[in-house]
């Protein structure tokens, strides 16, 4: 059998495989992977997940089958020798053609992936300068809430709200949130999943990471850079709920600190306190 004889079979292969394989994977795996689509954010990174996954997995099906076609066709079959066998030479063709399919696949790859980064804040810190801020609702500002990380919690301080800090996060549903994040210590990431948002938490340093709510649901809020020895224990549930819900909900947080507002230095996108007696 001629070497191209060879290559049409493992390529009818390849698609006989790759077919039903990329369909389960797109409209069954990915679909049920995180973070979910509840923010506009997340229904982004969905859909990268989505594209990608389509992608690669005929890639993979490919690479998968030409592996095992070579082990069982052109395995060694007289034992007796210990030599290599012939060097094979040639086939520019499938080298050039090889070379030119896979460097197009990494540079769309690259390509997509950096547009895909920018596309309505994508959800990560943009440190305290981002280039990619989406358009809020019409008639709506951004809502304004520091993400402040200190071992071994997350607090919330609103800037429009008297600056008041509470030690949970409640959202507005159908609103553009503008998170700043920083830290009061050492490094953390502020992780809430289901939001698709991701920012690390640097003392000293703003970072911005925006995210679009869609209806009220529960998300989780992890620390995802190894803080101390109490890391596991900065964990929480964040909620979105409606418009009237966070009113009621904002104007209670601010009469419950209030008697502490008075002692909190003046709102500040970074800190740059002394902490004292701090775990390792």
Not at 109 to 122: H, I, K, P, R
């Amino acid at each position: 059998m001629t070497g191209r004889e060879h290559f049409r079979r493992v390529l009818w292969i390849s698609i006989a495989l790759a077919v039903p394989a990329t369909l389960l994977v797109v409209l069954l795996l990915a679909p049920n992977m995180p973070p979910g689509d509840h923010t506009v954010q997340a229904g982004h990174q969905m859909d990268d997940t989505t594209i990608l996954l389509g992608l690669s997995t005929p890639i993979a099906i490919i690479v998968l089958t030409w592996f095992i076609y070579s082990i069982i066709v052109f395995r060694e079959r007289d034992h007796s020798s210990v030599l290599e066998g012939p060097a094979d030479r040639g086939a520019a063709n499938y080298q050039i053609a090889w070379i030119a399919t896979t460097a197009t696949i990494v540079l769309f790859l690259a390509v997509f992936g950096s547009v895909s980064m920018l596309q309505d804040g994508s959800g990560g810190g943009q440190g305290p300068s981002p280039i990619a801020k989406p358009d809020p609702p019409a008639g709506q500002a951004p809502l304004q809430i520091q993400v402040i990380a200190q071992q071994w919690q997350f607090t919330y301080r609103f800037p429009s709200y008297r600056g008041v800090e509470t030690q949970h996060l409640e959202l507005p549903a159908n609103r553009l949130i503008e998170f700043h994040v920083t830290s009061l210590d050492v490094i953390h990431s502020w992780w809430a999943q289901q939001l698709g948002v991701k920012a690390d938490a640097n003392p000293g340093f703003d970072n911005v990471a925006y995210v679009q709510t869609k209806s009220p649901f529960k998300f989780d809020i992890r620390c995802v850079e190894l803080c101390g020895v109490w890391h596991g224990y900065m964990f929480d549930t964040g909620t979105v709920v409606s418009d009237s819900d966070f009113t009621s909900w904002i104007a209670q947080e601010e009469q419950t600190y209030a008697p502490i507002l008075k002692s909190l230095p003046p709102y500040s996108t970074t800190y740059f306190p002394d902490p004292q007696r701090r775990g390792g």
